[in-house]
């Protein structure tokens, strides 16, 4: 594929005027996938860089950075590249230069895009209300940083989701309007006629759900290194919870979650397609009325909205070729957090060991298809109520017992969200106020449960060996200074550090 360049697109324009985006769309560059919208004035559609009809005249065409500008300006989603399944394009706010309105609006669009639990849409009071400004301010924000108003973005958002509900399920229509945050399903059919001119009945026919087992494309812009993101994830899959099959390029696993106030248990299986993008996710029945959750978790897990030409971009100085890097991230933040606490000062190999216990002594069991998937990892209230002679007799040290204990509580009442999109900073000291957790377990859980880009393990070994720092006289204050040029994006710098002992 031809290297198109293209000048960076920026979301707070709303029609961008650039010849590169034309070219990457002559190119059909997966690269660019989400980061722009091709509007075709002659049809009246948007479509994603990637999609197969023939390339439209370059005066026909409109550049946009979100669908929902696209969708403001008069346009429909083609029902061929389905621009529901492009990569979310979310810009990382440089925290110590970026200016706070446009932090604001970046964060009030990731509440706006969250999943929907049983219904229960966020509204903009609500939002305005989180981060502490009024409604009518972050009305005016939003719309001079999107183009758009937080209306529009949320209904496009909901729309998209329900597009793809419609073509890849076979959920009734009511379920498919709750799932996507509309109130009923009389609001549901009127939003969807007149946006798109469809009933969901006529959406549904362009796609092929028959199947039992639900099976969903998710794509990604390239480059994307599976073959380290997949060894990674298999050196710590637990027996009876994950599966990775590096050859076949799949990871399977089961979870539970809670949507609203009901627990789920279930399954999933992806596996990394070897033509195009994408990676190919099957979720088991018992997880569909939680769909756009597990797909939002799926999506972070496996970091497929990471932007690889700003990363590489960033690292390029001390790793030219990390563009394809991607740091794995959890489907459950309480599991992964629990995990990073059983390897504090012991071998990856020992913490799997002690976390394979863990999950036989009090995690539940699961009814799956594949028969090494038995158990799902354990809530924080099944930890909680381990004796602390059970916990010793798994081989967990006492100071470990403490640590766990104080988490799993935290976890259970609330006061702890181990969740991408988490406040960091205050999510980061209330770790750190636990006992048995410092500033590595905390960046680390940070870096992976919470997907803060700009998480640094300033004192990790491993990064100082990586680094040629080992013998430093102050090794950590010297890492601090190599990885100032990678913000914000020192997680992945970390991740390419640590990825390059393990080739030698």
């Known amino acids: ?217 998710l794509y ?14 298999a050196q710590r899959a637990i027996p009876g919870v994950e599966v990775v099959d590096t050859t076949a390029r799949t990871v399977t696993r089961t979870l539970r979650l809670v949507h609203g106030t009901t627990g789920l248990s279930g399954w999933i299986a992806c596996r990394f397609d070897t033509t195009e993008p994408c990676v190919q996710l099957q979720v088991a029945p018992a997880l569909v009325a939680a769909l756009p959750q597990v797909l939002a978790l799926v999506r972070a897990w496996l970091d497929l909205d990471a932007d690889p030409q ?36 012991i071998t990856v190999a020992a913490a799997h060991t002690l976390a394979k216990r863990l999950v036989l002594a009090c995690g539940g069991p699961v009814d799956t298809p594949h028969a090494a998937l038995t158990h799902r990892f354990p809530t924080p209230t099944e930890l909680l109520a381990l004796s602390d002679d059970a916990l010793g007799a798994l081989g967990i040290v006492r100071q470990r017992q403490k640590a766990l204990r104080a988490l799993a509580q935290a976890c259970a009442d609330g006061s702890l969200p181990l969740h991408p999109g988490a406040p960091v900073a205050s999510t980061m000291a209330a770790l750190q106020a ?26 990790d070994v491993a990064l100082h060996n990586a680094l040629g720092l080992r013998q430093h006289t102050h090794p950590a204050q010297a890492a601090e200074a190599v990885a100032e040029q990678w913000r914000p994006w020192r997680s992945y710098g970390v991740v390419r550090a640590w990825q390059s002992l393990a080739k030698q």
Request: glycine share 6%; net charge positive; aromatic share 8%.
């Open 1 to 217: 594929m031809p290297q198109t360049a293209a000048a960076p697109l920026t979301p707070s324009a709303s029609v961008l005027e650039d010849e590169g985006c034309y070219r990457a769309l002559q190119a059909r560059d997966a690269r660019f996938d989400g980061r722009f919208f091709t509007a075709v004035t002659s049809t009246g559609v948007y479509c994603r860089p990637v999609c197969k009809v023939r390339t439209p005249k370059r005066d026909n065409c409109r550049f946009f950075a979100l669908a929902a500008q696209a969708e403001a300006a008069g346009f429909r989603p083609c029902l061929r590249c389905r621009p529901e399944l492009a990569p979310a394009s979310r810009s990382e706010p440089v925290w110590s230069t970026q200016d706070a309105s446009h932090i604001l609006a970046q964060e009030a669009a990731r509440w706006l895009s969250r999943p929907v639990v049983e219904g229960d849409a966020p509204s903009m009071a609500t939002v305005a209300a989180r981060l502490g400004v009024s409604e009518r301010h972050l009305r005016r924000i939003f719309q001079a940083a999107f183009g758009v108003s937080p209306q529009n973005f949320q209904r496009t958002h909901q729309l998209l989701c329900a597009k793809q509900l419609l073509t890849d399920t076979t959920l009734p229509m009511a379920d498919v309007a709750a799932l996507s945050g509309f109130a009923s399903l009389r609001t549901f059919n009127a939003a969807l006629q007149a946006h798109y001119r469809l009933t969901p009945s006529q959406v549904r026919a362009t796609g092929n759900a028959a199947q039992a087992t639900l099976s969903l494309r």
């Open 220 to 233: 990604y812009r390239p480059p994307y290194d599976v073959e380290r993101v997949l060894a990674f994830l």
């Open 310 to 345: 700003a990363i590489g971009t960033a690292l390029a100085a001390t790793w030219p070729d990390a563009a394809g890097v991607r740091i794995p991230g959890a489907m459950d933040g309480f599991e992964l957090a629990v995990r990073a606490v059983l390897g504090q000062q």
């Open 434 to 459: 636990l006992p048995g957790i410092g500033p590595w377990t905390a960046n680390y859980i940070a870096m992976r449960a919470l997907r803060w880009p700009d998480a640094f393990v300033a004192g």
